[in-house]
Nanobody, 125 residues
Framework: VQLQASGGGLVQPGGSLRLSCAASGTIYSYDAVAWFRRPPGKEREFVAAIKWRLGKTYYADSAKGRFTISRDNAENTVYLQMNRLKPEDTAVYYC???????????????????WGPGTQVTVSS
């Protein structure tokens, strides 16, 4: 499976963006897709994940109440709606697949595969 993230850009604090993660290949055999981000000078960190078949969602504390992850099974696409953006949300955002048959809610990037090139999100006035 190959993943392509898109939808990033420059937005003012308090603004919104919707990121898309388009998957090519057989995604149905995987249990979960996640969004991670890498802020400037920092390690990659978990943002949110969704179970592809059940739709159950998981969020990092920093994303709760502001970000919403969703999926469109017909379009093989996962979305990340980001509202009330803050400068500290500035990062390259990646989507990735958890290859395990059952996703347990891991936030560890080493448990994920098929990283795409990412999309830059910059929150600045």
């Amino acid at each position: 499976v190959q993943l392509q993230a898109s939808g990033g850009g420059l937005v003012q604090p308090g603004g919104s963006l919707r990121l898309s993660c388009a998957a090519s290949g057989t995604i149905y055999s995987y249990d979960a897709v996640a969004w991670f981000r890498r802020p400037p000078g920092k390690e990659r960190e978990f943002v949110a994940a969704i179970k592809w078949r059940l739709g159950k969602t998981y969020y990092a504390d920093s994303a709760k109440g502001r970000f919403t992850i969703s999926r469109d099974n017909a379009e093989n696409t996962v979305y990340l709606q980001m509202n009330r953006l803050k400068p500290e949300d500035t990062a390259v955002y990646y989507c990735s697949i958890n290859p395990a048959p059952y996703y347990s809610g891991s936030h560890d990037p080493t448990d994920f595969r098929s990283w795409g090139p990412g999309t830059q999100v910059t929150v600045s006035s």
